[in-house]
């Protein structure tokens, strides 16, 4: 590596650590954070099955049923990057984080 490069490829190398695609759930909390939990509601009546939600997750949250339509596979998984909802033409599906109040609650 010549001296010309090196600041060339560290410049490459801190936006490849900033890309959502690189993040993990641990990469998204500090020390002192709970786990940030996400909810993925995909709203059927516009959903035209396109399958672009599911191509861009980077978590692999959401599947394609063998009608092509999505489902969410694991929401445990999101960080919320919004990639789905932003990507989706129908804005048909959209994420936001889980209060600390919903997570506890008892499901009925
Ligand atoms: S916000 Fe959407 S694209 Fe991002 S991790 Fe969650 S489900 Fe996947
Ligand atoms: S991107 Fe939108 S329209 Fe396409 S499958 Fe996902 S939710 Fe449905």
Same mark, same amino acid.
């Given at each position: 590596?010549?001296?010309?490069?090196?600041p060339? #490829?560290?410049?490459? @190398?801190?936006a490849?650590?900033?890309?959502?695609?690189?993040?993990?759930?641990? *990469?998204?909390?500090?020390?002192? /954070?709970e786990?940030?939990r996400? /909810?993925i509601?995909?709203? @059927?009546?516009?959903?035209?099955?396109?399958?672009?939600?599911? +191509?861009?997750c980077? #978590? &692999?949250?959401?599947?394609? *049923? /063998? !009608?092509? +339509?999505?489902?969410?596979? !694991?929401?445990?998984?999101?960080?919320?990057c919004?990639?789905? /909802?932003?990507?989706?033409?129908d804005?048909?599906?959209?994420?936001?984080?889980r209060? +600390?109040? &919903?997570?506890e609650?008892? &499901? *009925?």
């Amino acid at each position: 590596m010549t001296p010309k490069t090196k600041p060339k #490829r560290e410049k490459t @190398r801190r936006a490849v650590e900033k890309s959502p695609s690189q993040l993990t759930v641990s *990469d998204t909390n500090t020390p002192s /954070e709970e786990k940030r939990r996400f /909810e993925i509601n995909i709203f @059927r009546g516009w959903c035209k099955c396109c399958g672009i939600c599911a +191509a861009f997750c980077p #978590r &692999e949250c959401i599947r394609l *049923d /063998e !009608d092509g +339509a999505p489902y969410v596979e !694991d929401a445990d998984r999101c960080t919320g990057c919004g990639w789905c /909802e932003i990507h989706c033409p129908d804005f048909a599906i959209s994420v936001h984080e889980r209060k +600390a109040k &919903e997570i506890e609650a008892p &499901e *009925d």
